[in-house]
């Protein structure tokens, strides 16, 4: 079993910064991807940025140059750290992890989701 913890979420004017935390703990042998992903009021889940155990990026266009996905492997905890936020940036942010588990097996967990709210 795999639990994710995700903290940093908040309401920012446009402009601000935030950053955002997920942290996965339990039966962890090693992840291979982690990512986040975004869901505004009506519109689908959409992919925000990913990084791999490699240390291979990937952002969505509308984020480039703005956002910054890092992780810190000893503590399997990825960031997000976003940067001249804009009022489209509001939306609830997922942490999604794959990896396998110490007994061999593989997981794919999601976060619970934090409110990101970006006032105009």
């Known amino acids: 079993q795999v639990q994710l913890v995700e903290s940093g979420g908040g309401l920012v004017q446009a402009g601000g910064s935030l950053r955002l935390s997920c942290a996965a703990s339990?039966?962890?042998?090693?992840?291979?991807?982690m990512g986040w992903y975004r869901q505004a009021p009506g519109k689908q889940r959409e992919l925000v940025a990913t990084?791999?155990?490699?240390?291979?990026?990937n952002y969505a266009d509308s984020v480039k140059g703005r956002f910054t996905i890092s992780r810190d492997n000893t503590k399997n905890t990825v960031f997000l750290q976003m940067n001249s936020l804009k009022p489209e940036d509001t939306a609830v942010y997922y942490c999604?992890?794959?990896?396998?588990?110490?007994?061999?097996?593989?997981?794919?967990?999601w976060g619970q989701g934090t409110q990101v709210t970006v006032s105009s």
């Open positions: 339990g039966s962890i042998f090693m992840i291979t991807f």
């Open positions: 999604n992890t794959k990896g396998r588990t110490t007994s061999s097996g593989t997981f794919d967990y």
């Open positions: 990084i791999t155990s490699g240390g291979s990026t």
